[in-house]
């Protein structure tokens, strides 16, 4: 009777252990959003540094040049997309997200932010700067793909690199719009690190092709910020991002 309440405690003891092992390793199943959260606030205030220091002109032609990357880097993402998954979805998505205003409440966030960390500052490019950076950094395969990875393989290697091209993005984003760039650090710290800390639930969901058509979706997404900085136009590109939902859809309805 007595060796039986011993085991009992014994295997009770070792299942409270395997236990607190387990929350050890959620805790810092975040590890590599960690990384790519700060190497965005590092580049974000080195190009803050920089910014009013350079002349506007050259200002000007380096945001231009930096949007033309990043409408190639939309393009280049785009092309893997199915063609009429991504006009219905943007379609739909830009509908919804017309009606729901998600831009605007975005720009508020912005402008809020703005008033509580930065009162001296331009509202209007501490908005922009947040809006663009935040989607950036969030809507390509690097960001699900990389968390995925991260959380179930412990392998860091696609977020490392997508944090070393984030960081240079920030400097050269910062530079132009202001601090609004930093704020954006928060949206990937939740965003990414919510699908990293996931993974485990998510991995029989976010399979490859779903993650070819959001990724493409997003791209067009990406596009649409170069072009604004290319062009200085005032695309909603935030009001897009139902369309990822959207292309979710199409892809289990017509598509698997």
Not at 116 to 121: A, F, M, S, T
Not at 128 to 141: D, K, Q, S, T, Y
Not at 152 to 178: E, P, Q, R
Request: charged share 15%; proline share 1%; hydrophobic share 50%.
């Amino acid at each position: 009777m007595k060796s039986g309440k011993v085991c009992a405690i014994i295997v009770s003891a070792l299942e409270l252990k395997s236990f607190k092992a387990e929350k050890r390793v959620r805790a810092i199943r975040i590890t590599a959003t960690l990384i790519n959260t700060a190497a965005i606030l590092l580049g974000g205030g080195a190009g803050l540094v920089f910014k009013g220091r350079i002349p506007k002109s050259i200002a000007e032609n380096i945001t231009r040049a930096i949007g033309l990357c990043v409408c190639v880097i939309g393009v280049s993402g785009a092309l893997n997309g199915d063609f009429m998954l991504l006009v219905v979805s943007l379609a739909l998505g830009s509908l919804l997200g017309e009606l729901i205003d998600i831009d605007g409440g975005l720009n508020r966030l912005g402008g809020w932010l703005q008033k509580k960390l930065n009162k001296n500052g331009d509202g209007s490019t501490f908005g922009e700067g947040f809006v663009a950076a935040a989607l950036l950094f969030c809507v390509g395969a690097m960001s699900i793909v990389g968390s995925i990875e991260s959380g179930l393989k412990n392998d860091h290697s696609i977020i490392l690199t997508k944090s070393i091209l984030d960081g240079v993005s920030a400097m050269v984003f910062a530079s132009a719009y202001g601090a609004g760039v930093l704020c954006s650090a928060a949206v990937v710290l939740i965003y990414q690190g919510s699908i990293e800390f996931f993974a485990g639930f998510l991995q029989n969901i976010l399979v490859g092709g779903l993650i070819t058509q959001i990724s493409a979706a997003g791209s067009v997404m990406i596009l649409g910020i170069g072009y604004n900085m290319v062009m200085n136009a005032k695309l909603k590109v935030a009001n897009l991002l139902p369309g990822m939902l959207f292309a979710a859809g199409y892809y289990y309805l017509f598509l698997r």
